[in-house]
T-cell receptor, first 117, second 111 residues
Framework: GAVVSQHPSWVICKSGTSVKIECRSL??????MFWYRQFPKQSLMLMAT?????????EQGVEKDKFLINHASLTLSTLTVTSAHPEDSSFYIC?????????????FGPGTRLTVL | GESVGLHLPTLSVQEGDNSIINCAYS??????FIWYKQESGKGPQFIID?????DKRQGQRVTVLLNKTVKHLSLQIAATQPGDSAVYFC??????????FGPGTRLSVLP
């Protein structure tokens, strides 16, 4: 399977600050990446689909101005949580879609834990 | 509607016993199903997948069964080990569409 990395693995920030999370596809070029959010003891919720070279597609209820996604290269997508608040504290996970495999194959990163004080 | 829940059922099994984790999916048009294992503080790890044209697929110590009639998916783990303790998620997908994850089941392996 693909190797996907995320940075940082854990970030603690003050309320009102912005945090950038990076997702990298290390062994193939990913035209499509996905961002998920997972609250404690809950399932993964898709936030947005990140498409290289174009605007991200956001799921209903996800504020695009608050969760900025940039997919400037085939190996990197970034998620910026702007003006973070304690309710944004969560586990953020990215995944990449394998362009050469079954159309829905996804490989997940290790996740980034965001804690907003 | 799509199956995304807020509760986390728990399954406790003795080490060495077989485990069966169940999942009900909601979209009859889904044609691809995956089981993921998620350990605490980590991202989901692929275990096994199955396409809708199959009803059974086996991996190493794991078997996935698909019953499309009742929209039910199960994961069987043979000779469960302490390292199998984790949360297990099923996910369903339709060709070209995104994954929808189930609520997850926590598997606890007792010594």
């Amino acid at each position: 399977g693909a190797v996907v990395s995320q940075h940082p693995s854990w970030v603690i920030c003050k309320s009102g600050t912005s945090v950038k999370i990076e997702c990298r596809s290390l062994d193939f070029q990913a035209t499509t990446m996905f961002w998920y959010r997972q609250f404690p003891k809950q399932s993964l919720m898709l936030m947005a689909t990140s498409n290289e070279g174009s605007k991200a597609t956001y799921e209903q209820g996800v504020e695009k101005d608050k969760f900025l996604i940039n997919h400037a290269s085939l190996t990197l997508s970034t998620l910026t949580v702007t003006s973070a608040h304690p309710e944004d504290s969560s586990f953020y996970i990215c995944s990449v879609r394998n362009p050469g495999g079954w159309v829905n194959e996804q490989f997940f990163g290790p996740g980034t834990r965001l804690t907003v004080l | 509607g799509e199956s995304v829940g807020l509760h986390l059922p728990t399954l406790s099994v003795q080490e060495g016993d077989n485990s069966i984790i169940n999942c009900a999916y909601s979209n009859s048009a889904s044609d691809y199903f995956i089981w993921y294992k998620q350990e605490s503080g980590k991202g989901p790890q692929f275990i096994i997948d199955i396409r809708s044209n199959m009803d059974k697929r086996q991996g190493q110590r794991v078997t996935v069964l698909l019953n499309k009639t009742v929209k039910h998916l199960s994961l069987q783990i043979a000779a469960t080990q302490p390292g199998d303790s984790a949360v297990y998620f099923c996910a369903e997908a339709q060709y070209g569409q995104n994954f929808v994850f189930g609520p997850g089941t926590r598997l606890s392996v007792l010594p």
